[in-house]
């Protein structure tokens, strides 16, 4: 079978599976964001249902804040990630305002890119690539 929309495939994921979802994504690139996007805010609407994305160093569009090295940096980056749309749960969860219905739970970070979200964090898994299929069973993925 085949889909051509998003949302379709969506629909026969949400009939196939009955409650909670725990998805796992590959590490960094080759995420179905688009996919993933709409079922993250799918399963938003739907307080009887949770969903649990497990996956490992999400792609994130760097942002350089210092003024200087800005000036140079920030156009290459424009320039770099003008086709690249940074994952739903990932600007959320950067906000502190994921859904109370959605975990995200991470093997690996930017260094230093976690200081300060608790949620993240705490849902932290220590894992190394040789566990990383034991850890993702052991979710119940």
């Given amino acids: 079978m085949s889909f051509t929309e998003v949302n379709e495939l969506v629909d026969r994921i949400l009939e196939q599976v009955d409650g909670d979802i725990v998805l796992a994504l590959p590490l960094g690139l080759g995420k179905p964001v688009a996919l993933v996007d709409a079922l993250y805010r799918r399963i938003a609407e739907q307080q009887q249902r949770s969903l649990t994305i497990l996956t490992a160093l999400s792609l994130e569009r760097p942002v350089?804040?210092?003024?200087?090295?800005?000036?140079?940096?920030?156009?290459?980056?424009?320039?770099?990630?003008?086709?690249?749309?940074?994952?739903?749960?990932?600007?959320?969860?950067?906000?502190?305002?994921?859904?109370?219905?959605?975990?995200?739970?991470?093997?690996?970070?930017?260094?230093?890119?976690?200081?300060?979200?608790?949620?993240?964090?705490?849902?932290?898994?220590?894992?190394?690539?040789?566990f990383a299929p034991r850890d993702v069973a052991a979710q119940g993925c």
């Fill in 64 to 130: 350089e804040h210092d003024p200087i090295p800005a000036r140079l940096l920030n156009p290459v980056f424009d320039r770099l990630y003008a086709n690249y749309t940074e994952p739903q749960y990932l600007r959320d969860e950067r906000q502190g305002c994921l859904p109370s219905n959605i975990t995200i739970k991470e093997f690996y970070f930017k260094p230093g890119s976690r200081l300060g979200h608790e949620q993240a964090q705490r849902h932290y898994i220590s894992s190394n690539y040789t």
